[in-house]
């Protein structure tokens, strides 16, 4: 008997199956993705590159349910984004996707701890509760002293930590994250991408990471290349191997 | 050259012996770049015969003998003179043009579109691997001087990346008939 025992119980964070989106139609349609498929396991930290409109911001967009694709299915968590309603799409999103972009989107008239509670607030969890939640992320962002300080009054790396703090608030199983380095110097970035990596270990959460600064994207345990439309997977090359003496024959090719 | 002009920068703090030049050398640049001691020796040998270091000579004797087998070297105010002109002299090391990677994938770039990005996507991959190794192993260290010289190897992996985009932007555009997904973007 083998001891291998894979854990069939916990679906891939996200798995795009066949997905394709087109926006236009007819003469004018243009395809930003083309049958993409793509499975992210729990706690796996990918990034995307690619040039710009290659469509690594729609690949985002469908995961984050935030667009339908075309065709094909996106699943989250074990669910079909196109079976559901929009309300149980709303509610799917708020549990198990968090989203972070380079501009901050923070509220400002909000503290810091009530930017993070927010979500778990919308989704009828009590004020206290929601802030107890709220501390433990900030605290897993390490962000524990400026809690009540206002967006404004924080650091850029300080504000973008409070962004990440409120995707994974509630313990969320997927994070996507478009350019979150985008508005930092490298030393916050650093930071940044790093507190990213950590939280998909630790937390088992998902990282979706759209960079197009490989030094970002070295963190990540996988490189995925958008590239019109399709995705093309880096896998390592083999070393370079001298012609060796057990070469065949030349051939001459004409 | 770097290696002289080093020694001369570590005698230039004070007079040394082959190892100690030799292990401080080595601290200094991170452990990226270990030296011979022969190599040592040698560079040594020449800075003594160009009049760029002196080999000091125990008080009470004539000649330098080895104390305990160890000759110490002192540098010479015509060494202070080269030092001072090499450390803020623009670095003049060779530019590559015989670098592999460059070579390999200028040579693709001048072939069809599908064997050029066929060879940048393996390079790139290569690269990145590399880079993710670099990223996993500098997590560990500690020594600055160690951090720094990786952090320079690193930079350099980074900027061949971009390279590679820029090689793959440059393929592509100047293909005229590639497939591609979109419909809209030919030319009127």
Known sequence: ?254 | MTVRSALLQLLDEGPAHGYQLKATFEARTGGVWPLNVGQVYTTLDRLVRDGAAAELVPAGTDAPEPVNGQRTYAITRAGQAELAAWLIGAASEQAPPRDELMTKVLVAVGRDERSALEVIDAQRAALFAALQSERRRQQARTEPAEVLAHDALSGRLEADLAWLDRCEEHVRSSSSDRPHATTSRRNP
């Open chain 1, 1 to 254: 008997m083998t001891t291998t025992s894979t854990p069939a119980t916990t679906p891939p964070a996200l798995e795009l199956v066949g997905v394709t989106k087109a926006f236009g139609t007819g003469n004018t349609e243009v395809r930003a993705l083309a049958g993409v498929d793509l499975t992210i396991a729990p706690g796996e930290f990918v990034a995307v590159m690619g040039p710009s409109g290659s469509g690594k911001s729609t690949l985002l967009h469908l995961a984050a349910g935030l667009e339908a694709p075309s065709a094909g299915r996106v699943v989250v968590a074990g669910r079909d984004l196109g079976g559901l309603d929009a309300a149980a799409l709303a509610t799917l999103r708020r549990r198990h996707v968090g989203v972070v972009f380079q501009r901050l989107n923070l509220v400002p008239t909000l503290t810091a701890v009530e930017n993070v509670s927010l979500p778990l607030e919308l989704d009828g969890t009590s004020s206290r509760a929601a802030r107890s939640e709220a501390r433990d992320a900030l605290d897993a962002v390490g962000l524990d002293g400026p809690l009540d300080r206002f967006p404004d009054d924080l650091s850029g790396g300080q504000q973008q930590r409070v962004a990440i703090a409120r995707a994974i608030v509630g313990g969320r199983s997927l994070l996507l994250a478009d350019e979150p380095t985008g508005a930092l110097d490298t030393t916050s970035g650093d930071q940044i991408i790093d507190l990213l990596a950590r939280l998909s270990k630790e937390r088992g959460c998902a990282v979706v990471l759209v960079t197009h600064e490989p030094r970002f994207a070295s963190w990540a345990d996988r490189l995925v290349r958008v590239r019109d439309g399709a995705l093309v997977e880096s896998a390592a090359a083999p070393p370079a191997s001298p012609p060796s003496a057990a070469a065949p024959p030349a051939e001459v090719l004409v």
